[in-house]
């Protein structure tokens, strides 16, 4: 049903194009085969032993409708592989642009959180075969609400500032098992300068209320309440948690030289979530149209073994203990990627990348991966 | 041979004025001269209104393109197209036409308010309005 709208919807806004000039259509995509060269699973991926030709796979298109000078209509609906290429609306919404600088969209759109969020599936515009996962893993990338944003030049400088306000509601799931997630009063900033055409640096800092009800969860809460443990409960669940996020990033693309940084640092209060602090280091240099790199990242997150110290260390209670220590210590998390990546731009719209990727797990109980993918990314 | 070749062919580009260009709108636009900064936020998608209008920014396949691209704008070819992906798809600008020649983009440059190109020296006529020369 939902293909069934979107489609429609791509449809009528086609056939609208043939008789407006207004309306234009673009597109994006990307066909990677990747597989886990060692391990089990690759994480960020759905890579086990055997080559898979769908799960970094997508295919995009972006239709925009101009209702007048000032405001216009667009939706871009990707088809991702690791959905069965089930459309969904990545982006719906009405956009106003003001003048001077003025901008706001209403509708769905992306959560500001990471320096390539707003273009995150869009792989013609990032030197990697994927945004590195150590930073790019938050569980959505889309809210449903409002952001406004102005722009400016000042000198060699050219900048953007923007504030966003809504919603996000997502499935996901949490050990294997569904789990639904509800972020509530959901507000961030954001801005990014650039500097001479060659620095860009930004910062972003979004808070919401969190909330998650996961059936892999929900046994141990029971348990935690129906003997009287209710604060621990609480101290484990997602019930309308105060959540930050903090992300800084710079950009050096000056002469053949490119520098990407990313650093972000996650917390939500009184829930079992540890703290995330999650970095990247890229360097690549061109040769013409070849662009290899190398990515350093690592995820730092910190579990809360002050959620289990709350319960009494007496041995009737030590299987609720075990339980809930296994709960709150699967967040700990010691990892580090070695990515190496190369991009050759075939055409002005088209480019084949590979990647290969180490990653090691310090933490204990826990398995090193290594992956090999390669794809072919275009822009329309 | 090659090499004599390779230095002849760049001679013959340094010294031909037929890569030389300018930038146009229509005739009746508004719009006053541009200097290279003001070029480069048009084409890189910066700056959203050309004349008062909304900005149409056409560019061509024509040979101008490559000198325009290096020379003027300082990002060219993939470059440029993974720029331009950053604005498009993220509702930040709008995307610009891609035309076949110097005749395409003054035809839709002298009937679009607020568009805006580039075409070689030998194509301008009294349809356009000179911005830029380069």
């Known amino acids: 049903m939902k293909r069934l709208l979107a489609l429609g919807i791509l449809a009528a806004l086609a056939a609208t194009s043939t008789a407006a000039q207004s309306v234009q259509i673009t597109g994006f995509g990307q066909m990677v085969a990747g597989t886990a060269t060692d391990g089990d699973a690759f994480p960020g991926t759905g890579y086990d032993g055997d080559w898979d030709y769908k799960d970094e796979s997508l295919f995009a298109l972006q239709v925009r409708g101009d209702l007048n000078e000032q405001w216009s209509a667009t939706a871009q609906i990707v088809a991702r592989g690791r959905d069965d290429f089930d459309p969904e609306f990545a982006w719906a919404y009405v956009g106003w642009n003001g003048g001077n600088g003025w901008s706001a969209k209403l509708g769905r759109q992306r959560v500001p959180f990471f320096r390539y969020s707003d273009f995150l599936e869009v792989g013609y515009a990032y030197p990697w075969l994927r945004p590195p996962h150590a930073v790019y893993n938050a569980t959505f990338a889309n809210y449903d609400g409002a952001s406004a944003a102005y722009s400016f030049s000042s000198g060699d400088w050219f900048s953007n500032i923007g504030v966003v306000g809504g919603k996000n509601e997502d499935s996901l799931t949490i050990s294997n098992l569904p789990a639904t997630q509800e972020l509530g009063s959901l507000v961030g900033i954001y801005a990014d300068t650039t500097y001479g055409d060659w620095l860009t640096l930004r910062a972003s800092y979004l808070q919401a209320d969190v909330s998650v009800d996961a059936q892999a969860i929900n046994p141990l809460l029971t348990a935690l309440r129906g003997n009287g443990f209710a604060n621990v409960a609480e101290a484990v669940d997602f019930t309308e948690d105060h959540g930050r996020f903090i992300g800084l990033a710079a950009e050096v693309n000056k002469g053949n030289w490119l520098l990407i940084g990313e650093w972000t640092d996650t917390q939500i209060d009184d829930a079992y979530y540890a703290d995330r602090t999650q970095y990247y280091i890229t360097g690549g240099y061109r040769f013409g149209a070849w662009m290899p790199s190398i990515t350093w990242a690592r995820r730092d997150n910190a579990a809360k073994p002050e959620i289990v110290a709350l319960l009494p260390n007496v041995a009737p209670l030590a299987g609720l203990r075990a339980a809930t220590a296994g709960v709150v210590f699967s967040e700990d998390l010691d990892a580090t990627y070695w990515s190496y990546g190369l991009r050759w731009d075939v055409a002005t719209n088209v480019a084949l990348k590979a990647d290969y990727t180490l990653y090691t797990n310090d933490t204990p109980a826990s398995a090193d991966a290594d992956s090999l993918a390669v794809g072919v990314v275009f822009t329309f | ?134």
Do not use: C
């Open chain 2, 1 to 134: 041979m090659k090499r004599i070749l390779t230095i002849a062919a760049l001679a013959l580009a340094v010294a031909s004025p037929a890569f030389a260009g300018k930038v146009v709108v229509a005739a009746n636009s508004s719009q006053a001269a541009l200097d290279k900064a003001g070029v480069q936020a048009i084409f890189l998608g910066r700056t959203a209104q050309v004349g008062g209008q909304p900005a149409v920014v056409v560019f061509q396949k024509g040979p101008v393109r490559a000198p325009f691209e290096s020379g003027v704008v300082g990002r060219a070819g993939a470059q440029l197209t993974s720029h331009w992906s950053r604005l498009v798809f993220t509702g930040r600008a709008k995307a610009p036409e891609d035309l076949a020649d110097d005749a395409a983009v003054k035809a839709k440059v002298a009937s679009t308010p607020g568009a805006i190109g580039y075409i070689s020296d030998g194509a301008v006529d009294a349809s356009v309005k000179v911005l830029f020369d380069f």
